[in-house]
């Protein structure tokens, strides 16, 4: 009997419920170093005092497998109430049906990347971009003044090449995910090229400017370090490295601990110099549509974008501007990037992007390790793709 | 009758935990193998052998197995030899054994993040095993090893074998314990110096060692993850890709769980054949 006793007990233990009681909203996102972490338990906690009836855990994430956990998280039917999201990413949740809608009035350009058959899922949280930076003595240590045209960029990377076996001309992204795609598009979209048609329909790689950007990209890693974008940050910083593509969190670094050499950041331009297209990227919070706590979780995420609140996670983290316009700069480093960020784009919202994102990666790879011309393998790209969009519209009819 | 009970109830708990998270898993992600179900759609179709047909046809599947294969036996008779004569000098108790036992073994005990993460900065140009490269006269890939595709591979393999000697070297001076002593002492008596002992009385008294440490190894090498996550990403062009990443990378990353499913039951199929193939060649019947 006291056998049975025990495993009566034992049963009732592993079965009772150990959850959360229910005015708990869960809450994943992606900061979690030293800076930014502090910031967020402070937002946190001063959104529990304004709702002294609702209390948040917090799960960090690592881009590394975020995405993943989150896929994972939907599919167990577990997925956390509120959640930080890539702005390529809103699209492949919401048209699974698995985010809740959302309204804002917020500019529509911000908007943009977050909706999906003209709903909002997702709110911005802080907005970012990609930018070059010069190393501007090496540059004048071959003579070159900061390029204005792609043939000027081209010279200058060959001519730093040239300066012996620890100088780079350019710091070139090698194949990490989420990554990569980021640092070839501004080139793309600065010489025409696009990556979908308007509607996001079709691919758009085959084209003669796609096929040209991949050419002049492969360029410029030829007189390049092919590396991760840590470690090309790193060489950038020791002065070896002519000039990078890189976010926000570089110019922290470089102010942070300011280097020996003389940097500028310049905003991507066409072949001919005129103003280019960068990489339109930020922080989304969206809601799951299944969440028990929906009025909860959309005050969280109302508090959290609020533009003090965003501000103090981009000072926190030291980069990227809250979503509400009307920027200003602080110098003449932020200043670009901010009007970098007023001419940076976002492809149309598709539910394929991860998949998509990781042809348009392993294209670039095979033409880095010439695994074909340029023209081949985008054009080889461009029909995976399509494939890929086609199959999604009949599984959709179905 | 009231004995079975009690050992039933006990029991329980570890069976429910088998059924509920090995047997059901395995039957359930052999249904998903037959179907094109996605991780966010939540649904899929039945497609037959559809995805195992697919799978054959994928050239960047039947890479990865390639490089699996390259893996596998790159890595497995350097580890065993290695190990196997580690442990033989161990066990004659050269002066500092313990040291060496211990030394061996830190690596294994060490998080394979944390390694990965030194071997990446090791390897990387201007890493030390670059510079060690170019000290010695060689020509290290222009942007590091593990930005190669002819380096990559090797050097992820080197690293595993580095990483796992330790572990197979306490195993086998695990079966060298186990021989008598007095088989030793008798050789010596005879004259028979550390090779002729080695030779002759413990190499073949530790065959059912070798079945286990070769099997283990087998196994562990077919499924390696970690340093593939942590080093390259299966790059530079898929030329590190593992089947187990791409496992991952297409059911977990894509979401194309069916898919994932149909791969991950032709590794199972792989290692169980290779398991029974070894288990027969090495002709160990019960002895491990």
């Given at each position: ?26 809450f ?12 967020i338990?402070?937002?946190?906690r ?9 209390n948040?855990k917090v ?19 577990a ?9 390529d ?21 911000y ?6 058959n ?27 003044g ?18 012996g ?11 990490e ?77 470089l ?16 072949p ?37 609140k ?31 960020l007023e ?11 991860v ?6 990666e ?27 969009l ?9 | 009758?009231?004995?079975?009970t ?25 249904y ?6 996605q991780?966010?759609?939540?649904d ?22 390639a490089?699996?294969f ?16 580690l442990a ?24 394979m ?5 030194i ?71 005879d ?11 413990t ?18 090498s ?8 942590v ?58």
């Open positions: 009997m006291r056998f049975l006793a025990a495993a009566g007990l034992i049963l009732f233990i592993s079965c009772s419920n150990t959850g959360q009681d229910p005015n708990t909203i869960n994943w996102q992606f900061w979690s170093d030293t800076n930014t972490k502090p910031v338990e402070r937002l946190v001063e959104f529990e005092r304004e709702n002294p009836d609702i948040v799960t960090d994430l690592t881009w590394a497998n975020g995405h993943e956990k989150l896929v994972i998280s939907f599919a167990a039917k997925p956390p109430d509120v959640m930080e999201l890539g702005s990413w809103v699209a492949e949740f919401a048209a699974n049906g698995l985010l809740a809608e959302l309204e804002s009035g917020l500019p529509e350009s908007l943009y990347p977050a909706m999906w003209d709903t909002l899922y997702a709110l911005p949280w802080m907005l970012d971009t990609r930018i070059l930076y010069f190393n501007l003595d090496l540059l004048g240590g071959v003579g070159m900061i390029p204005q045209t792609w043939d000027d960029m081209a010279e200058t990377c060959a001519r730093i090449d040239r300066l076996e620890d100088y780079f001309g350019f710091g070139c992204n090698s194949a995910r989420h990554r990569l795609y980021k640092k070839f598009l501004p080139f793309l979209w600065s010489n025409g090229g696009q990556v979908l048609s308007e509607d996001g329909s079709s691919a758009r790689l085959d084209s003669p400017e796609a096929i040209r950007a991949l050419e002049y990209y492969l360029g410029l890693c030829d007189c390049g370090l092919i590396e991760s974008q840590r470690r090309l940050e790193e060489y950038f910083r020791e002065g070896r490295i002519g000039f990078v593509v890189s976010g926000g969190w570089l110019l922290r670094r102010k942070l601990n300011p280097p020996s050499f003389k940097y500028r950041l310049v905003e991507f331009f066409t001919s110099g005129d103003t280019g297209k960068s990489f339109f990227g930020g922080e989304y919070l969206a809601i799951s549509a299944d969440s028990k706590k929906l009025e909860a979780a959309r005050k969280l995420v109302e508090f959290l974008t609020r533009r003090e965003s501000q103090a996670l981009c000072d926190a983290a030291g980069f990227g501007f809250p979503p509400y316009g009307n920027l200003e700069g602080t110098d003449t480093e932020v200043a670009a990037e901010i009007r970098q001419h940076s784009i976002s492809n149309p919202p598709t539910p394929l992007w998949d998509i994102e990781q042809d348009i392993d294209a670039i790879e095979a033409a880095m390790f010439r695994h074909g011309t340029a023209s081949e393998i985008l054009t080889t790209a461009n029909k995976a793709i399509n494939a890929k086609e199959s999604y519209r009949l599984a959709e009819k179905d | 009758m009231r004995k079975r009690k050992i039933l109830l006990f029991a329980t708990p570890w069976i429910a935990y088998f059924l509920i998270f090995w047997i059901y898993p395995l039957f359930y992600s052999f998903l193998s037959l179907t094109d179900f991780f966010l759609r939540g899929g179709r039945y497609l037959g052998l559809g995805n195992y047909v697919r799978l054959l046809r994928d050239p960047i599947f039947t890479a990865s197995l490089n699996t390259y893996f596998v036996f790159g890595t497995i008779p350097l580890t065993t030899l290695i190990a196997l004569v033989l000098l161990i066990a004659e108790k050269v002066p500092g054994h313990r040291i060496f036992q211990a030394a061996y073994f830190i690596p294994s005990i060490t998080a993040v944390v390694i990965a993460l071997f990446y900065n090791l390897y990387s140009r201007g890493g030390y095993i670059y510079m060690l490269f170019k000290l010695a006269g060689l020509s290290p890939p222009a942007n590091g090893f593990l930005q190669s595709e002819d380096t990559a591979l090797w050097a992820i393999m080197a690293m595993d074998i580095w990483v796992a000697i330790g572990y197979y070297v306490l195993i086998f001076l695990a079966g060298i314990k186990a021989i008598p002593t007095e088989l030793f002492e008798a050789a010596r008596v004259g028979a110096g550390f090779w002729r002992r080695s030779w002759n009385i190499i073949p008294l530790l065959k059912s060692t070798f079945a286990f440490v070769i099997v283990l190894n087998t196994i562990r077919f499924q390696i993850f970690i340093e593939i996550f080093m390259t990403g299966g790059r530079p062009f898929n030329s590190t890709l593992t089947t187990v990443f791409f496992i991952y990378e297409r059911g977990i990353t894509r979401g194309d769980i069916g898919y994932a499913s149909a791969a991950a039951y032709i590794l199972f199929l792989i290692i169980l054949i290779f398991s029974l193939i070894q288990f027969k060649l090495i002709n160990v019947k019960r002895t491990i």
